[in-house]
Every structure is written in structure tokens, then in C-alpha cells.
Nanobody, 126 residues
Framework: QVQLLESGGGLVQAGGSLRLSCTASGGGTFSRYAMGWFRQAPGKEREFVAA????????DYTDSVKGRFTISRDNAKNTVVLQMNSLRPEDTAEYYC??????????????????WGQGTQVTVSS
């Protein structure tokens, strides 16, 4: 069983930056897991933000964050990071880390991920 723990959320002004981290424990070799970041704003469905393949060679982003967010991973540290720059008020949401043993291109559908963290709140003020 994999446990995922997010950190790094907080309150930031529009145009600012935040760095979210997700650390995995248990569940065997972290490098077997494709990892994703999702977010959920109040009253809305959880949506895909970014994902990264097992070795980090393939990344994918939802259109609204392309050029502003960067996903990366360090398999030696069992960590995946979401660097968020040029934040906008519409980025305000609870951000979740997710993982699954998955090879090839990472997936966008939340139903395809097995393990989830508890979430970390990101609030962007205008």
C-alpha cells in the first residue's frame, strides 16, 4: 500500500509561485509508479493538472497550466514536484497527488489512479 503525502500549499498573490511536493512511502519501488497532480475547487469536479511517466521522460499538462507549471520527479527520493509559476486566482483549489503502477504515457483520467494523497490547499489572491 502506497501512502502519498503532499506539502507546499499556501496563500499567494496572483503572479506568484508555489512548489508542491508529494512524497511516497510503502508500496515498493517508486519508479514503477506514474504520478499525477489533480485539483478540485469548491463545487467543481476533480480535474487533471499534470502527470509524469515512471522515469520522468514523458510529461503531460492540461492546457490552462502549460508554460506556467512544471512537473518533475526524483525517484531516489520518492518525490514528485509541481512547480507552479505565474499563479492565477483560477488556480485556487485543493491539489492532490495520485499514483499508479503504469507504464507508457501517463494518464489524465482520475479513475485510472489507484493511490491518492490527502491534498494541500492552494489559494491565489487577486
Amino acid at each position: 500500500q502506497v501512502q502519498l503525502l503532499e506539502s507546499g500549499g499556501g496563500l499567494v498573490q496572483a503572479g506568484g509561485s508555489l512548489r508542491l511536493s508529494c512524497t511516497a512511502s510503502g508500496g515498493g519501488t517508486f519508479s514503477r509508479y506514474a504520478m499525477g497532480w489533480f485539483r478540485q475547487a469548491p463545487g467543481k469536479e476533480r480535474e487533471f493538472v499534470a502527470a509524469i511517466s515512471t522515469a520522468g521522460g514523458i510529461t503531460d499538462y492540461t492546457d490552462s497550466v502549460k508554460g506556467r507549471f512544471t512537473i518533475s520527479r526524483d525517484n531516489a527520493k520518492n518525490t514528485v514536484v509541481l512547480q507552479m509559476n505565474s499563479l492565477r486566482p483560477e488556480d485556487t483549489a485543493e491539489y492532490y497527488c495520485a499514483g499508479r503502477v503504469m507504464y507508457g504515457a501517463p494518464r489524465r483520467r482520475k479513475e485510472e489512479y489507484t493511490y491518492w494523497g490527502q491534498g494541500t490547499q492552494v489559494t491565489v489572491s487577486s
